[in-house]
């Protein structure tokens, strides 16, 4: 079959990856210069399967108040005269209900799962280069009872079978010793050693080179797709500034810009931009982390990326306005100078803004659309790079007409 998948993005090739895998003739159509370019650019470069639950939580309702009226607060809400905005809101609201909430979390668990071991097989056979670590992971609290409130929640988890210890704050720094500074800012951390990093951007470079290389994989950049021809309940073509591109099947893994195509066309994602920035340090110092840290009283991330480190975080729930962009990647400089004032020259990292391609309830929008030939790959807000194996597997599993390892029910557009 000729399938057609719309975006370059580490879901856009992830998806033509399995796809190509199946045997399918596989064209990939992207609007920008090369690969991984937006959402997928310079990310936090977790890998993180084992912190995949929803931002929408009961626990994140009494920090509404703060997300309005501080501005050096790490969630902002920005209004805006954007009924898009406040609908998503709304149903971001809905999604704290704590049965959602739970159920979400144990479905994205399921599809964090499948995605590790997509993603270990992937990495087995392409031997992709992408400062690829098994590095682990390492939560640290500041306040003690959130602290023994993440502690109470490993129970369950370590009674499953996953791998997790809970430390206090000298044995976060005896784990991680560039912590030591900010030793008497940390009650204690939660460490999963299976956890993972790598450069998202790396990866979907590298992957793009061995789609083309290996598996006859058309690539077509600077190719944006201004609409979908579908006349009678099918799409027949994707229509682009170089001609229409016509196929069997097409697969949207646009992030962000999946919802004006899909509007166009009668279907509604709900999709929001949630903004979030990232430091990179080129060159840093041996007193930088080697483990990655997530400080989640600031909810920044810090991975390190071959020789270097990558600081991320915040998030802002205001559109695609760059109004905050210098004041909040200051701030992303002094969170990360509390914590690892020895790291490397803030002031001269590279500097980045992007646009978590977010849903309402933090799953994204897998498989069917009313469209017969017409699938979803697309809003996977903060989780894109650790969940992109598993949604790109399901997806094609669909495609091909058999049972995806996860029940595509779950991230339907009417779940
Ligand atoms: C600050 C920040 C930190 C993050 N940290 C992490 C992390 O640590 N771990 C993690 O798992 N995730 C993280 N994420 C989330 C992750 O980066 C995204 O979920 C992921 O990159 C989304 O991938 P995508 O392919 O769906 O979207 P994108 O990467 O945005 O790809 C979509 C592609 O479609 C193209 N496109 C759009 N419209 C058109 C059109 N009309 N025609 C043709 N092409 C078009 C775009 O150019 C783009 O290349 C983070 C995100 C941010 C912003």
New binding site residues.
């Given amino acids: 079959m000729q399938v057609c998948v ?8 992830t998806t033509a990856y399995y796809l190509a895998r199946d045997g399918h003739d596989v064209t990939v ?4 210069g090369g ?14 399967y084992s912190y995949v639950a929803p931002l929408a939580d009961p626990a994140v309702l009494p920090h509404l108040p703060a997300w309005l009226l501080q501005r050096d607060s790490a969630l902002r809400f920005v209004p805006r005269l954007d009924v898009q905005q406040w609908r998503w809101c709304v149903s971001f609201l809905l999604a704290c209900r704590t049965h959602r909430a739970r159920r979400t979390a144990v479905e994205l668990l399921a599809l964090g799962a499948l995605s590790r071991d997509a993603l270990h097989a992937l990495v087995h056979d392409e031997a992709l280069d992408f400062d690829y670590v098994r590095n682990g992971k390492l939560v640290v609290y500041r306040n003690p009872v959130e602290f023994e409130r993440a502690r109470r929640r490993m129970e369950p988890l370590v009674a499953a079978g996953v791998e997790q210890h809970a430390l206090d704050a000298a044995a976060c720094v005896a784990l991680e010793p560039a912590l030591a500074d900010a030793q008497p800012l940390l009650a204690g951390g939660i460490h999963t050693p299976s956890e993972e ?1 790598g450069d ?1 951007h790396r990866f ?1 470079v590298a992957l793009a080179d061995v789609l083309q290389r290996r598996y006859r994989v058309t690539i077509r950049y600077a ?4 609409e979908l021809v579908a006349p009678n309940g099918s799409v027949i073509a994707a229509r ?1 500034p170089r001609g229409d591109v016509r196929a069997d099947a097409f697969v949207v ?6 919802v ?2 899909l509007g166009a066309l009668g279907v509604r994602l709900p999709i929001y931009p ?5 430091l990179t340090i080129t060159a840093p110092p041996p007193r930088a982390p080697r483990v990655s840290v997530t400080d989640l009283h600031r909810k920044v ?1 810090y ?1 390190p990326l071959g020789g270097r480190l990558r600081v ?3 998030v802002e729930i205001a559109g695609m306005d760059p109004g905050q962009r210098v004041a909040r990647l200051a701030l992303l400089a002094r969170h990360a100078q509390e914590m690892f004032p020895a790291a490397g020259d803030y002031l001269a990292a590279r500097t ?7 849903t309402p309830d933090s799953k ?1 929008l897998l498989g069917a659309t009313p469209y017969r030939n017409l699938w979803l ?12 194996c598993g949604s790109a597997r399901a997806v094609a599993e669909a495609i091909a007409g058999r049972t995806p390892p996860v029940d595509l029910a779950a991230y339907s557009l009417r779940r």
């Avoid at 991984?36 to 993180?48: H, I, P, V």
Wanted: a neutral charge; aromatic letters at 6%; charged letters at 5%.
């Fill in positions: 719309l975006g370059a993005g580490v879901v856009g090739l159509l992207e609007g920008r690969a991984a370019l937006e959402a997928s650019f310079a990310n936090g470069g977790q890998l993180s990093a998202c979907g190719t944006p797709v201004s682009t893994a646009l992030g962000n810009g999946s004006p195509l949630l903004t979030g920035y990232s991330v991975a991320a975080g915040m980045w803004c992007g646009h978590r391609p977010a994204p790959n697309t809003g996977h807000g903060a989780l894109g790079f650790t969940l992109a």
